[in-house]
């Protein structure tokens, strides 16, 4: 399995395809085996670099604090040793952070920076968002695979929950298969709090790209417009019939944004 070591830690990653270098970082608790509906579109067109952050996957879990800046590290150590030294960067979420703290501290490495269902951060966010955090996190008394359900059910929308059971038990499943330790979650979790790119985003230069989906209830269209609005030219896409797992949920539309905009 390739890993890299950095930062005291083995970070897993893989690659797929050839062509220009693409970089799919993603978010909270996930590994990069959940842009399995991403890699097959780009890789013919693209070599495609996926990676487990720190805490998830296959990566190393320390029990030890966390940053957005220091998975940044881990992914800029990733592109050092395979020798790539600049990358269209797509991140979802959390993996939105680090792409955006890539595109601020590294800009000479970030061709196109492509950001999904994120934001810039900062208490504004967690104030308006602390009560559906609360209940996400009430998980008391529940199975592993009834936690992982319940934080898909608050992901997508109440139709693709409802309709796409095989889909929905599949993500289950493939989150069973790497299970994240508590001690790594909320390690993730505090560094996801502690993201602030609000007063540095603007100096973004990257061609950048935003999409949300319409109905995301974690991250609400105002953060995702408001970081749309900081970064100088970007265009932001609203996916009508999607919520958190955009990415998944309408996947073929992304897909195709995503392409046009690289490939432009």
């Excluded at 990653?13 to 062509?19: A, D, I, N, Q, V």
């Excluded at 592993?144 to 599949?170: C, H, M, N, W």
């Excluded at 109905?215 to 932001?236: G, S, W, Y």
């Excluded at 009508?240 to 944004?257: C, D, M, P, S, T």
């Amino acid at each position: 399995m390739p890993k890299v070591r950095v930062n005291g830690v083995q970070i897993y990653y893989e690659e797929t395809g050839s062509g220009p270098a693409v970089l799919l970082i993603q978010g909270l608790g996930l590994s990069g085996r959940f842009w399995y509906r991403q890699v097959p579109a780009l890789a013919p067109y693209f070599r495609v670099i996926v990676l487990d952050n720190r805490g998830a996957g296959k990566s190393d879990k320390p029990d030890e604090p966390y940053t957005i800046r220091q998975m940044a590290e881990d992914a800029r150590a990733v592109l050092d040793h395979l020798e790539i030294t600049r990358a269209h960067v797509i991140g979802a979420s959390m993996g939105g952070y680090i792409a955006q703290e890539l595109a601020i501290s590294y800009p000479e490495r970030v061709e196109k920076l492509v950001l999904l269902c994120t934001h810039l951060g900062g208490p504004e966010y967690l104030a308006a968002t602390q009560s559906l955090w609360r209940e996400i996190l009430n998980v008391f008394g529940l199975t592993l695979a009834d936690i992982y359900r319940r934080g898909i059910r608050y992901s997508v929308t109440p139709q693709f929950f409802e309709g796409q059971k095989e889909v929905v038990e599949e993500l289950v499943r493939m989150r069973l298969e790497e299970p994240q330790p508590p001690h790594a979650f909320q390690r993730q979790f505090a560094a996801a709090t502690q993201f602030d790119a609000r007063e540095r985003a603007s100096s973004i230069r990257a061609p950048t790209l935003v999409l949300a989906g319409a109905e995301d209830k974690v991250v609400p269209l105002e953060f995702v417009r408001k970081l749309a609005a900081t970064i100088p030219n970007a265009q932001l896409k609203i996916i009508e019939g999607a919520a958190h797992l955009l990415f998944i949920e309408k996947a073929e539309e992304v897909n195709r944004a995503i392409l046009e905009f690289l490939r432009a």
